[in-house]
């Protein structure tokens, strides 16, 4: 079982619908949960960090962390088309951070 | 802008050459990263540093060796690069946010070994 695990999509989403990610990790040990957005040919830039269960909210998104259940999710509400990029989840294990692979996400004008 | 910076942003080279890359940081942080970015694979951590002459192994470290002789920079030695280490190396440090676990990432370097 990998560590990190997501869905590679691409997810497709209407403009202005919620967009809905999601990411499991295996490492119950694990304190610090994190989104990154990722452009095509950028580098990742951190867009939320999670480190208790329960949802936390910044503008249009909202991470959602359950502990119990190894589980944590990204919601984006009201996409918009610069929304558009690949998702990374990350889990933090001692002094690194593993990330999954990633999930395309592609809103649709 | 965590003030990281990577040089050289990019280098096509022949296979079983030496190649070094260079993170640089400004902002005095204690924990640096280099990580491989590869189609199908995500991003894999490769060597880390938690200090000046501190370092330790990631999941994809063979191949590869990492020096640190100041806080700032971090350098990323391929002794005989090879055609599977083609790739978008990130370097990322620790630094602070809301806690000193959030990673910011340099620009990238793109290597190309041929």
Known sequence: QKEVEQNSGPLSVPEGAIASLNCTYSDRGSQSFFWYRQYSGKSPELIMSIYSNGDKEDGRFTAQLNKASQYVSLLIRDSQPSDSATYLCAVNRDDKIIFGKGTRLHILP | ?114
Request: proline content about 4%; some cysteine.
């Open chain 2, 1 to 114: 802008d965590a003030g990281i910076t990577q040089s050289p942003r990019h280098k096509v080279t022949e296979t079983g050459t030496p190649v070094t890359l260079r993170c640089h940081q400004t902002e005095n942080h204690r924990y640096m990263y280099w990580y491989r970015q590869d189609p199908g694979h995500g991003l894999r951590l490769i060597h880390y540093s938690y200090g000046v002459k501190d370092t330790d192994k990631g999941e994809v470290s063979d191949g590869y060796s990492v020096s640190r002789s100041k806080t700032e920079d971090f350098l990323l030695t391929l002794e005989s690069a090879t055609s599977s280490q083609t790739s978008v190396y990130f370097c990322a440090i620790k630094g602070l946010a809301e806690t000193t676990d959030t990673q910011y990432f340099g620009p990238g370097t793109r290597l190309t070994v041929l």
